[in-house]
C-alpha cells in the first residue's frame, strides 16, 4: 500500500544523523513501498491484533532486540502559552518559556530527570503560574498502561491501546483489548545505512468501542520486526477529560532508532487546547509545549541511588536562570506555527481523521451547547445608524467538525432586529480538510470603508461621548454559501451568496453626551445582488521568521437596483489583491511589516462597492475618508522594535493611498474629492503595557495635517 503523505513526512525526520546510530553521520535512510493487503485494513482483522500482541510483550520487557542496560540523554523545549481564534487570525503570544531536562533510564524501568534550564518571557500580562510537570519532562517509556495527562489533571487516565494489564479507570476495571478497535491504515519502508534490510513501519488506527469511555483515538506506528513503538500522535475522547476547560488535547511522541536497535524518545509535542466551558467567544487559549531530545549516551553506569526520590527534580533557582540554552528562547516561535497556519493544518488533519474513526462523534470536552459571544460589541453597541443594539448568541457542536451558531439583538432607535445564523462541517465529497459555511443575516450592517476606522467598542464609546461615529454603514439581509480549502500553501474558496442591499438612514441626530449633531449618513442604492465569490490564497512557509499571505478575491455578480427608472440589471465585477509580509527578529524585539491592497470594479458600479479610505484605519494625518472610487490601491509599512518588552515598543510607520476618480454623482452624494488623488503620511508611536496600546503622533505629507492617535493594537480589534 502506498505511504500515506501524513506517514511519510512524519517518518522521515525520525531517521536524521542524530537518530541512525549513536553520532553517527550517515545520510537518511531511503523510503520505499510497503505492501498491506485490502483485508488487513478493516477494522480488528487477525493481522492487526497480532501485531499489536507484539507491541504488549515488547512493552512488557521495555527493549527491542538485544540488551540495553541504561541511557542518559539531554532534552530542550519550548513551552508555549498563547491566545488561538477560530478565524484563521494568527495566534497571540502570551508566554514563553525554555527548559533544559537531563534524562537518566535504568533497566528494568527507572527513571529520573533533573531540570538543569529554565527561563520565561511573557509578551501578554497573565497572572503567576506553574505548568504540569509532563510540559517540562519527557515520556521516557511511552507512557505506561495507564495514560495520565497533567499528573491526572487534564486526564485523569485512559487504558493505553498496548497495556498488558487491565487498569482502573473511574472505579471500572478496563482491558484495552475489549476497549479498541483497530486497523492498519498503512505502512512505510526505510533503509537505514548498516541495515541490511529494510525498517518496515506499521500505522496502526485505533478508537473505542465506545466513544463514552475514557481512551484515546489516533495512530500508532510499530516496528513489524520488533513490535516496537516509533510514533504515537493521538487525541482524547470527551470521557477521558477531567478539567471542564479542556476542549482538545493533542499528544505526538516520536523516537529515534540507536545503535540499530534501540526506539527511543526524540521529539514529544503535547497541546492542550481550553476555552470557557459555559461561553463560546470563538477564542481559546492553548499551552503547546515541544521537547527535543539529543545526546543519548547508551549503557553508562549508573547507581541505582540516582533513582530513589522524586523521578522530576530540579537544579537551584540561580542555575535553572543560567543555563546555557543552545537556542534563544523565541527562536523557534515560526518553525512551530505561531507566526501562521503551519501547525492548523496539521490538527485539521488530525481532526478529519478523528471524524473518520470514531463516526462524528464529538471529540470536545466543552458543552456541545453554550452562550455564543463573537465580541463585546456583539453584546452593546451603538451608532447613529441604530443607536443602542442589545445582543446575544448560542452555539452548538454536536460532532467533530460541526458547529451552528447563531447570534441576534435589537436596535432600538430603529426598532429593527437583527439576526444571523451560521452552519460550519467538512465539505462533502473530500478528503476532510475542506469547510463549507452555509448562514443567513437580516438586518446586519456592513461598512464602506476599506479598513474600520477603530474598533467597534471603541466606536461605541466614541459615538456615546463624542458624537463621533466612524463608521459609513449599509444595511443588508441575505443568503450565502462557500467552501474553504484548509492548508498551508496554496488554498481557495468558492461560493454564492444572494444579498438585498439597503441605504441606512441616521436614526440618532444627537449622542447623549456630545453638543454637536452626527454626520449624514451616506447613501446606497437599494437592490438585489446575486454574486459567485471566488478567492486564491497561498501563505508562506513562516519557517525562516519571514511570512507571506497574498489574497485574490474575484466577485462576478449581477445587479438589480431598486426604485430606479427604467428599472435595470447589470452585470458587475469586483476584484481585490491584498498583500501582507512580515519579518521578525530572532529574538523576536524587532519586527517589521508590509501591507498591500489593490481593488478594482467594473460594470453597473453601484455605490456600495466603491470603497473610502482616509484618515484613521487607513492614512492617519488626512481628513477622514475624504477619498473614494471604485478603484485604487493602499500601501502600509511598519517597523517596531522593543525598548522594555513591557512598557514601551517603538513603532514607525509609512502610510499611502490612491484612488481614481469617482463617478460625479458618487462624489457629491458622499462628499469626497472628486479627481481623486494619493494620501500620504507618517508617524511614530509607541506601545504602552506588553503594546496592547498605541500613542504617537502622524502626519499628512503634502496636504495633511498633524493628527494624534490613542487606539488599542490591532490585533485585538476583532474582539473589541
Given at each position: 500500500m502506498r505511504a500515506a503523505s501524513i506517514l511519510g513526512p512524519a517518518l522521515l525526520h525520525l531517521f536524521l544523523p542524530s537518530g541512525l546510530s549513536g553520532n553517527a553521520t550517515a545520510p537518511p535512510g531511503s523510503h520505499l513501498e510497503a505492501q498491506v493487503a485490502a483485508e488487513d485494513t478493516t477494522w480488528n482483522s487477525p493481522r492487526v491484533l497480532a501485531l499489536l500482541e507484539q507491541g504488549r510483550a515488547t512493552r512488557s520487557r521495555f527493549r527491542a532486540q538485544g540488551e540495553l542496560e541504561s541511557y542518559t540523554a539531554l532534552s530542550e523545549g519550548h513551552i508555549y502559552f498563547y491566545m488561538d481564534p477560530e478565524t484563521g487570525e494568527d495566534p497571540l503570544l502570551i508566554r514563553a518559556d525554555q527548559v533544559a531536562v537531563q534524562l537518566y533510564w535504568k533497566a528494568p524501568n527507572l527513571t529520573r530527570q533533573v531540570i538543569v534550564g529554565l527561563r520565561e518571557e511573557r509578551r501578554l500580562p497573565v497572572r503567576d503560574f506553574r505548568y504540569y510537570l509532563d510540559r517540562l519532562t519527557v515520556v521516557q517509556n511511552g507512557f505506561g498502561d495507564l495514560v495520565q495527562?497533567?499528573?491526572?489533571?487534564?486526564?485523569?487516565?485512559?487504558?493505553?491501546?498496548?497495556?498488558?494489564?487491565?487498569?482502573?479507570?473511574g472505579g471500572e476495571i478496563l482491558d484495552a483489548r475489549q476497549v479498541y478497535d483497530a486497523r492498519l491504515r498503512d505502512s512505510v519502508a526505510v533503509q537505514l545505512p548498516g541495515r541490511p534490510e529494510p525498517v518496515t513501519i506499521y500505522e496502526v488506527e485505533v478508537r473505542p468501542r465506545s466513544p463514552g469511555v475514557p481512551a484515546l483515538v489516533g495512530s500508532i506506528f510499530l516496528d513489524r520486526e520488533t513490535g516496537a513503538v516509533?510514533?504515537?500522535?493521538?487525541?482524547?475522547?470527551?470521557?477521558?477529560?477531567?478539567?471542564?476547560?479542556?476542549?482538545?488535547?493533542?499528544?505526538?511522541?516520536?523516537?529515534?532508532?540507536?545503535?540499530?536497535?534501540?526506539?527511543?524518545?526524540?521529539?514529544?509535542?503535547?497541546?492542550?487546547?481550553?476555552?470557557?466551558?459555559e461561553l463560546d467567544l470563538g477564542v481559546g487559549t492553548v499551552i503547546q509545549a515541544v521537547m527535543r531530545v539529543s545526546g543519548y549516551e547508551l549503557n553508562p553506569p549508573l547507581e541505582d541511588?540516582?533513582?530513589?526520590?522524586?523521578?522530576?527534580?530540579?537544579?537551584?533557582?540561580?542555575q535553572r536562570q543560567h543555563y546555557p540554552f543552545r537556542e534563544g528562547l523565541l527562536e523557534r516561535i515560526a518553525e512551530e506555527g505561531l507566526e501562521g497556519s503551519l501547525r492548523r493544518v496539521e490538527l485539521a488533519e488530525l481532526q478529519a481523521r478523528t471524524r473518520q474513526m470514531i463516526l462524528d462523534a464529538r471529540n470536545s470536552g466543552l458543552p456541545p451547547f453554550r452562550f455564543h459571544l463573537p465580541g463585546a460589541s456583539s453584546l452593546v453597541s451603538y451608532r447613529r445608524s441604530r443607536g443602542l443594539g442589545l445582543g446575544a448568541g448560542v452555539s452548538w457542536t454536536p460532532s467533530v467538525g460541526v458547529s451552528a451558531r447563531a447570534v441576534g439583538g435589537y436596535h432600538l432607535a430603529s426598532g429593527q432586529p437583527h439576526l444571523r445564523l451560521g452552519?460550519?462541517?467538512?465539505?462533502?465529497?473530500?478528503?476532510?480538510?475542506?469547510?463549507?459555511?452555509?448562514?443567513?443575516?437580516?438586518?446586519?450592517?456592513?461598512d464602506l470603508g476599506l479598513a474600520q476606522g477603530s474598533p467597534e467598542l471603541v466606536n461605541t464609546l466614541s459615538a456615546l461621548a463624542l458624537g463621533r461615529d466612524d463608521t459609513d454603514p449599509f444595511g443588508s439581509h441575505g443568503l450565502a454559501a462557500h467552501v474553504k480549502g484548509d492548508?498551508?500553501?496554496?488554498?481557495?474558496?468558492?461560493?454564492?451568496?444572494?444579498e438585498w442591499i439597503r441605504s441606512a438612514t441616521r436614526e440618532v441626530e444627537l449622542s447623549p453626551w456630545a453638543d454637536d449633531p452626527f454626520r449624514e449618513v451616506r447613501p446606497v442604492h437599494d437592490g438585489l445582488e446575486l454574486s459567485i465569490p471566488l478567492a486564491l490564497t497561498w501563505t508562506g512557509s513562516p519557517a525562516a521568521r519571514r511570512t507571506r499571505n497574498v489574497r485574490l478575491t474575484l466577485q462576478p455578480g449581477l445587479w438589480r437596483a431598486h426604485g430606479l427608472e427604467p428599472p435595470r440589471s447589470e452585470t458587475t465585477l469586483r476584484t481585490r489583491l491584498k498583500l501582507r509580509e512580515?519579518?521578525?527578529?530572532?529574538?523576536?524585539?524587532?519586527?517589521?511589516?508590509?501591507?498591500?491592497?489593490?481593488?478594482?470594479?467594473?460594470?453597473?458600479?453601484?455605490?456600495?462597492?466603491?470603497?473610502?479610505?482616509?484618515?484613521?484605519?487607513?492614512?492617519?494625518?488626512?481628513s477622514y475618508r475624504t477619498l473614494g472610487s471604485h478603484g485604487g490601491g493602499s500601501i502600509t509599512g511598519e517597523v517596531s522594535r522593543d525598548i522594555h518588552p513591557v512598557?514601551?515598543?517603538?513603532?514607525?510607520?509609512?502610510?499611502?493611498?490612491?484612488?481614481?476618480?469617482?463617478?460625479?454623482?458618487?462624489?457629491?452624494?458622499?462628499?469626497?474629492?472628486?479627481?481623486?488623488?494619493y494620501a500620504l503620511s507618517v508617524s511614530v508611536g509607541m506601545g504602552v503595557f506588553y503594546d496592547i496600546l498605541r500613542v504617537g503622533v502622524a502626519r499628512g505629507v503634502g496636504g495633511g495635517r498633524w493628527s494624534v492617535f490613542l487606539r488599542p493594537d490591532q490585533a485585538w480589534w476583532s474582539w473589541l
Open positions: 495527562v497533567g499528573g491526572g489533571l487534564d486526564v485523569a487516565g485512559a487504558p493505553h491501546p498496548l497495556a498488558v494489564m487491565p487498569v482502573v479507570v516509533v510514533r504515537m500522535d493521538f487525541t482524547f475522547t470527551p470521557a477521558a477529560y477531567t478539567d471542564p476547560r479542556t476542549d482538545q488535547i493533542h499528544i505526538s511522541l516520536d523516537h529515534g532508532l540507536w545503535d540499530g536497535e534501540y526506539w527511543l524518545p526524540r521529539e514529544q509535542r503535547i497541546r492542550v487546547r481550553r476555552e470557557v466551558p541511588g540516582l533513582f530513589q526520590g522524586s523521578p522530576v527534580v530540579t537544579v537551584p533557582e540561580v452552519v460550519e462541517r467538512p465539505a462533502p465529497g473530500g478528503d476532510g480538510l475542506g469547510r463549507l459555511r452555509v448562514e443567513g443575516w437580516w438586518g446586519q450592517e456592513s492548508g498551508s500553501g496554496w488554498g481557495g474558496e468558492a461560493g454564492g451568496r444572494a512580515s519579518w521578525t527578529a530572532s529574538t523576536y524585539d524587532t519586527q517589521a511589516h508590509l501591507s498591500l491592497s489593490l481593488w478594482r470594479a467594473w460594470g453597473a458600479l453601484p455605490p456600495h462597492h466603491a470603497v473610502l479610505l482616509g484618515g484613521r484605519g487607513t492614512v492617519d494625518g488626512w512598557w514601551m515598543r517603538l513603532h514607525g510607520r509609512v502610510q499611502g493611498a490612491w484612488v481614481e476618480a469617482p463617478d460625479p454623482s458618487l462624489a457629491q452624494a458622499w462628499d469626497i474629492r472628486p479627481d481623486g488623488g
